[in-house]
């Protein structure tokens, strides 16, 4: 055996190579701001817009996707006022609800959307579970939060979408919704959960845009500890057992070793892999910086969000990087 002999020819470099990366699994994240008349820019994150929930620029935008081979969104909305019942996360004229029925009056069912089930972006106290008193103090209730996301979800799925993502990381939270959306007749209705959601600072540019950073406290009494790997393994446990479809550790570059673990444990359950807001600005100020170039960077690093065992990666970078893997363009 001489390795190098497979490595001589970027031909034979292609038809050996392990992991393999093609647009259509790749999801890209979509924000709509009720607040809005027009689109404009996000303020962290510059290179993406955010639309009003039923603006022509958001089919658009979906539409160019869509023809870069792009095939599956993530809807977040921003609610014009957040409030202390995140009323806007369920209204059946929310941002997220008018944006599902808006897509699929101009695109049909072609597009694959999902919509983000939290409500920290739509309370007035910012944590993604229903705050309450207790012994300890100003806690987060989380069996309180398991009917709010019931009834989100119900609305999610009436509005047309075909994924919901609860990522609010409370127990039993994925047996709630899939109760309710059998309840009510939504069998059709995937869940991808947000299995292995990590607290972590990555997330930093994402608050900024959708002014969810908790009012106290932080997230460490729901998300996972990052010195935890082996624990991933019983929250996808769970989540499997209460009827996801799709399960996820988020996020992606600083935690492959916990999505080749949950790979290896769960080989027959699509797992997806969230390359976060923080992971992708810092693709962008190394590109800005003149520190690395960004499409080899891109590239090597989606490759090896892939090659960890991913079957979904979410990036903020979906278009673009669907393009380049149209062209054929590869930095190896
Ligand atoms: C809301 C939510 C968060 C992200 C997706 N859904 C933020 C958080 O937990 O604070 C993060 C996305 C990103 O940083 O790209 N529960």
């Known amino acids: ?9 970027k031909a034979i470099r292609d038809l050996v190579a392990e992991a393999r990366l093609e647009p259509s699994q790749l ?7 009720e607040s809005l008349g027009e689109p404009r820019r996000l303020d962290p994150m510059p ?14 935008a979906v539409s160019e996707a869509l023809d870069a081979g792009v095939k599956s969104f993530l809807v977040f909305g921003e609610p014009r006022a957040k409030d202390a019942a995140a009323s806007r996360a369920y209204a ?29 972006g739509y309370h007035e106290e910012g944590h993604c579970g229903v705050p309450a008193n207790s012994r300890r103090g100003r806690i987060v209730d989380n069996d309180q939060t398991l009917s709010l996301y019931r009834r989100i979800a119900l609305s999610q799925a009436e509005a047309g979408a075909d994924v919901v993502a609860p990522s609010g990381m409370m127990d039993g939270q994925v047996a709630a919704i899939r109760d309710a959306l059998e309840e009510e007749g939504y069998w059709d209705v995937a869940i991808m959960a947000y299995s292995a959601k ?30 935890n790997a082996r624990e991933a393994l019983e929250e996808v446990a769970l989540d499997v057992e209460e009827g996801a479809d799709i399960v996820m550790v988020k996020p992606a570059l600083a935690y ?31 590109a800005r910086e003149g520190l690395a170039e960004k499409r080899p960077l891109l590239l090597e690093i989606l490759y090896s969000i892939r090659r960890a065992g991913a079957d979904i990666i979410i990036t903020y970078h979906a278009v673009e990087a669907a393009r380049l893997l149209r062209e054929g363009w590869t930095p190896f």
């Open 256 to 286: 492959l070793d916990v999505i080749r673990l949950v790979k290896d444990s769960f080989p027959h359950v699509p797992l997806a892999a969230y390359n976060v807001s923080g992971e992708a600005v810092l693709v962008e100020l190394a």
């Open 1 to 9: 055996m001489r390795p190098r002999r497979t490595r001589l020819s």
């Open 47 to 60: 290179w993406l817009m955010e639309y009003p929930p039923e603006h022509p620029s958001l089919a658009s």
């Open 198 to 227: 990590y607290a972590s600072v990555f997330y930093g540019p994402f608050r900024d845009v959708m002014h969810s950073t908790p009012r106290w406290g932080d997230r460490r009494g729901y998300q996972m500890d990052p010195r």
């Open 27 to 33: 999801m890209l994240p979509v924000f709509v701001n």
């Open 92 to 120: 059946r004229d929310g941002p997220v609800q008018r944006a599902l029925r808006y897509l699929r009056r101009e695109l049909g069912w072609e597009p694959l959307l999902a919509a983000d089930l939290c409500i920290c």
